[in-house]
């Protein structure tokens, strides 16, 4: 069996865009629209010798109480669920925001191997800014560019090679 990594994250971080990097594939629906894809999307990927499936995920709202949000929130549920190991996206531009916080409180205690990237970080290497997301209590923040493909092949290695 291939490992399955999830991508969680609130909307417009980039999931979808990196959903398409790491597949290779333009399945996802990439939008500037936040929460446009309301369902998830399987794709299979390979970084060098790694090969993975990927399920992109709508945007995860926890306390989404209704309607298209709550199904969004529980097919996030579902994902995590079947996933191996979670990358969670934050954007690295907008900063720490407190639905990040609200999801890596969610992704704790479900206890399941979690990695954090910090998208749209090209030109950020080094950057203080992304010092802030230690306070997730998730550990080191991985700067990526889903964009333009920086940092996404360690992403995948850090992400698979402890599975
Ligand atoms: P999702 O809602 O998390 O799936 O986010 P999308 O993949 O739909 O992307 C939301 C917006 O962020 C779009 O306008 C993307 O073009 C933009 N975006 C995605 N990745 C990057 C990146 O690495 N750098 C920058 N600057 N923008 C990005
Ligand atoms: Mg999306």
Not at 38 to 52: I, P, T, V
Not at 55 to 67: K, L, Q
Not at 92 to 116: F, M, T, W
Request: hydrophobic fraction near 40%; charge should be neutral.
């Amino acid at each position: 069996m291939k490992p399955v990594i999830a991508l969680v994250g609130r909307p417009n971080v980039g999931k979808s865009t990196l959903f398409n990097r790491l597949t290779k594939t333009r399945d996802a629906i990439v939008a500037d629209f936040a929460g446009l894809t309301r369902d998830r999307h399987y794709g299979h990927g390979r970084q060098g010798k790694l090969e993975y499936i990927v399920i992109d995920t709508g945007g995860f709202e926890p306390d989404a109480g209704s309607g298209i949000y709550r199904e969004m929130a529980r097919q996030t549920q579902q994902a995590v669920a079947e996933a191996d190991v979670v990358l969670f996206v934050v954007d690295a531009r907008a900063g720490l925001s407190a639905q990040d916080h609200e999801i890596a409180n969610y992704l704790r205690r479900l206890g399941k191997p979690c990695v954090l990237a910090g998208n749209k970080a090209e030109g950020m290497q080094g950057s203080a800014q992304l010092a802030e997301f230690y306070e997730l209590g998730l550990g080191e923040v991985f700067p990526v560019s889903a964009a333009h493909g920086q940092g996404v092949r360690g992403l995948v290695e850090h992400a698979l090679q402890p599975l």
